[in-house]
């Protein structure tokens, strides 16, 4: 059964005026995820700034884990609902992905989010051994193809391939080309339906749900997680009105949110709003005044 469909959200993690982990504001987040109807919790992704985080054990990625696992742990036993997690583990280090997936294993993850290897610029056959070599961990794998940020794009073709491999579960296509999404649907989620494809664009939410995808995997729910919730369950129910209606309400905020990157931008929008998210760590910054000012009419015209 596929566990990974609906809204889920990329946590940002918040930081102190002196670039600490602000880990209270960060639980406090996490209670208001659960609390505003979320689907489901990626902790440590691109969002998360995770490349500037301590990794050692018992430091910072480690509470970040401790912190979403209690709260989730919790939240799940009051309410008898199940609430997914996947756990970033990317790297552009195959050894290192693995181990990254092996402590999402040990953590008792559900999945595992592993991003193409960035900056080497594998070739596909490079690309197919790396995902070969996470699927052994013995943990689902969410395949990452985000072509912005890593230099290369995941091919359908490829992807089948991909697919095939044992414990993998699914891909966050944030290739920004819903015609190569609604070819992974065609090709690899049709002849298998709990292969998950979540959107990592929340502007191509509704029209990938509308395609047959099964959600989306969301930078504006850390702000907004009730409403982005709300979008992607009508258009899961097939409800395309009242999806539409959210969608276009959203829209100013959807480009808004990366307007001047992330997650200096959702950081900021969610500091306006007077949530927990604080500074960012070098080399990313505050974003630049008219940045700020995009935001800010963003937020007022969608009244968020």
């Given at each position: 059964?596929?566990?990974?469909?609906?809204?889920?959200?990329?946590?940002?993690?918040?930081?102190?005026?002196?670039?600490?982990?602000?880990?209270?504001?960060?639980?406090?987040n996490?209670?208001?995820?659960l609390?505003?109807?979320i689907?489901?919790?990626?902790?440590?992704?691109?969002?998360?700034?995770?490349?500037?985080?301590?990794?050692?054990?018992g430091?910072?990625?480690?509470?970040i884990?401790?912190?979403?696992?209690?709260?989730?742990?919790?939240?799940?036993?009051?309410?008898?609902?199940?609430?997914?997690?996947?756990?970033?583990?990317?790297?552009?280090?195959?050894?290192?992905?693995?181990?990254?997936?092996?402590?999402a294993?040990?953590?008792?993850?559900?999945?595992?989010?592993v991003?193409?290897?960035?900056?080497?610029?594998?070739s596909e056959?490079?690309?197919?051994?790396?995902?070969?070599?996470?699927?052994?961990?013995?943990?689902?794998?969410?395949?990452?193809?985000i072509?912005?940020?890593?230099?290369?794009?995941i091919s359908t073709?490829?992807?089948?391939r991909?697919?095939?491999?044992?414990?993998?579960?699914?891909?966050?296509?944030?290739?920004?080309?819903?015609?190569?999404?609604?070819?992974?649907?065609?090709?690899?989620?049709?002849?298998?339906?709990?292969?998950?494809v979540?959107s990592?664009?929340?502007?191509?939410?509704?029209?990938?749900?509308?395609?047959?995808?099964?959600?989306?995997?969301?930078?504006?729910?850390?702000m907004?997680?009730?409403?982005?919730?709300?979008l992607?369950?009508?258009?899961?129910?097939?409800?395309?009105?009242?999806?539409?209606e959210?969608?276009?309400?959203l829209e100013p905020f959807?480009?808004?949110?990366?307007?001047?990157?992330n997650?200096?931008?959702?950081?900021?929008?969610?500091?306006?709003?007077?949530?927990?998210?604080?500074?960012?760590?070098?080399?990313?910054?505050?974003?630049?005044?008219?940045?700020k000012?995009t935001?800010?009419?963003?937020?007022?015209?969608?009244?968020?």
């Amino acid at each position: 059964m596929n566990i990974f469909r609906g809204a889920f959200t990329a946590l940002i993690t918040p930081m102190n005026a002196d670039s600490s982990v602000d880990f209270e504001g960060f639980r406090k987040n996490v209670k208001h995820q659960l609390q505003q109807g979320i689907d489901g919790l990626v902790p440590l992704g691109t969002t998360a700034e995770t490349p500037t985080l301590d990794e050692r054990p018992g430091c910072e990625e480690d509470k970040i884990i401790e912190i979403v696992f209690e709260e989730v742990r919790a939240f799940e036993k009051a309410k008898n609902k199940k609430i997914p997690i996947i756990l970033g583990a990317g790297s552009n280090n195959t050894k290192d992905a693995v181990m990254y997936c092996e402590r999402a294993k040990k953590a008792g993850a559900d999945a595992a989010l592993v991003v193409t290897p960035y900056y080497n610029k594998p070739s596909e056959e490079g690309i197919y051994q790396h995902f070969a070599a996470v699927s052994k961990v013995g943990i689902p794998i969410i395949v990452y193809n985000i072509q912005g940020r890593t230099g290369l794009n995941i091919s359908t073709d490829l992807l089948v391939r991909i697919a095939a491999l044992q414990n993998i579960a699914g891909v966050k296509e944030a290739s920004g080309n819903i015609a190569q999404m609604m070819e992974v649907i065609g090709q690899v989620k049709n002849k298998n339906n709990d292969f998950a494809v979540l959107s990592g664009d929340d502007a191509l939410t509704l029209p990938l749900i509308a395609a047959g995808g099964d959600g989306v995997i969301s930078v504006a729910s850390n702000m907004i997680p009730a409403i982005m919730h709300d979008l992607t369950q009508a258009a899961l129910d097939g409800d395309f009105k009242k999806a539409r209606e959210i969608h276009y309400r959203l829209e100013p905020f959807f480009k808004a949110e990366f307007c001047d990157g992330n997650p200096a931008s959702i950081k900021y929008a969610m500091n306006v709003k007077g949530m927990p998210a604080g500074t960012l760590r070098l080399p990313l910054v505050e974003v630049k005044d008219t940045a700020k000012k995009t935001i800010e009419n963003a937020i007022k015209a969608c009244n968020l």
